[in-house]
């Protein structure tokens, strides 16, 4: 695989104290097509530290995306903001947001070469184990990274925020690999409480190691400060939530030193 680099160098001050959390544009190949990704570490961290995988919304790979790989950087790791619709493609109306979304969902193994296309990338960086490799995702990417692991892909952990819960390929017991967390909202009809209960079923039945926390009164996209602009703009059930944003980010942040043993 052949990557692309080029650097630029931001800096955030965490705790008083100035750390320098690199941010680099990336390109890849999968399948053909040329993703374009975004990652981010802290270089005052010394030695390999685990790597994390984030999947983007149905919008696609935009800012919103980076700044969650950059506030993971800030925690101590190397995060990839990925690209699953090719070219960096991004959407600003629903319609087409459907379309790419639609395109990478209804090719399972192109959406799989896409997504350990950027897993390899990841776990080659410099700074990364590539042993210790986790993903997240919201919305959309919530869906992938719940449906890699259900394809048993190797990967330590998988966190989906406000992300599609239904499946036509269920979890098959000694299948997953990875430990669990879904962080969805009460109020979101996109994940409806009899959906949620399924998937908790689903996991269990597998006997998956999984947590599913449901936050009252979050809508769809909760995590994002732009949803609420967004759904009045389209007509949707999109609401950002300051307080679950807060929680869910807090709850990450316990899983990841969970399966990555860190304190």
Same mark, same amino acid.
């Given at each position: 695989?052949?990557?692309?680099?080029?650097?630029?160098?931001? +800096? *955030?001050?965490?705790?008083?104290?100035?750390?320098?959390?690199?941010?680099?544009?990336?390109?890849?190949?999968?399948?053909?097509?040329?993703?374009?990704?975004?990652?981010?570490?802290?270089?005052? *961290?010394?030695?390999?530290?685990?790597?994390?995988? *984030?999947?983007?919304?149905?919008?696609?790979?935009?800012?919103?995306?980076?700044?969650?790989?950059?506030?993971?950087?800030?925690?101590?790791?190397?995060?990839?903001?990925?690209?699953?619709?090719?070219?960096?493609?991004?959407?600003?109306?629903?319609?087409?947001?459907?379309?790419?979304?639609?395109?990478v969902n209804s090719d399972m193994a192109a959406r799989r070469a896409r997504f350990?296309?950027?897993?390899?990338?990841?776990?080659?960086?410099?700074?990364?184990?590539?042993?210790?490799?986790?993903?997240?995702?919201?919305?959309?990417?919530?869906?992938?990274?719940?449906?890699?692991?259900?394809?048993?892909?190797? +990967?330590?952990? !998988?966190?989906?925020?406000?992300?599609?819960?239904a499946t036509n390929t269920p979890a098959r017991t000694g299948q997953v690999k990875?430990?669990?967390?879904?962080?969805?909202?009460?109020?979101?009809?996109?994940?409806?409480?009899?959906?949620?209960?399924?998937?908790?079923?689903?996991?269990?039945?597998?006997? !998956?190691?999984?947590? *599913?926390?449901?936050?009252?009164?979050?809508?769809?996209?909760?995590?994002?400060?732009?949803?609420?602009?967004?759904?009045?703009?389209?007509?949707?059930?999109?609401?950002?939530?300051?307080?679950?944003?807060?929680?869910?980010?807090?709850?990450?942040?316990?899983?990841?030193?969970?399966?990555?043993?860190?304190?």
């Amino acid at each position: 695989m052949k990557a692309a680099w080029s650097l630029a160098l931001i +800096l *955030v001050f965490a705790g008083g104290a100035q750390a320098a959390v690199v941010g680099e544009e990336v390109t890849y190949q999968a399948g053909g097509t040329t993703m374009k990704g975004y990652l981010a570490y802290d270089d005052a *961290v010394k030695g390999k530290r685990p790597g994390v995988l *984030v999947v983007h919304e149905w919008w696609g790979h935009n800012d919103y995306a980076r700044m969650r790989a950059r506030m993971l950087a800030e925690m101590g790791y190397t995060a990839l903001a990925v690209d699953m619709f090719g070219d960096g493609k991004t959407a600003d109306h629903p319609d087409d947001a459907g379309k790419f979304a639609t395109a990478v969902n209804s090719d399972m193994a192109a959406r799989r070469a896409r997504f350990i296309a950027a897993r390899k990338l990841l776990a080659g960086h410099k700074t990364v184990n590539g042993q210790r490799i986790a993903a997240i995702g919201y919305c959309f990417g919530g869906g992938v990274v719940l449906a890699m692991a259900r394809e048993g892909v190797k +990967l330590d952990g !998988v966190a989906s925020f406000h992300g599609s819960l239904a499946t036509n390929t269920p979890a098959r017991t000694g299948q997953v690999k990875a430990k669990v967390l879904v962080l969805t909202g009460a109020a979101d009809p996109m994940a409806p409480s009899e959906t949620v209960e399924k998937f908790k079923q689903e996991m269990s039945a597998a006997k !998956v190691d999984h947590k *599913v926390v449901v936050y009252p009164g979050a809508r769809h996209s909760f995590t994002n400060p732009d949803a609420t602009a967004f759904g009045e703009k389209f007509g949707m059930p999109l609401a950002y939530d300051a307080a679950a944003d807060k929680e869910s980010w807090a709850e990450l942040d316990k899983f990841l030193k969970k399966v990555f043993g860190r304190k």
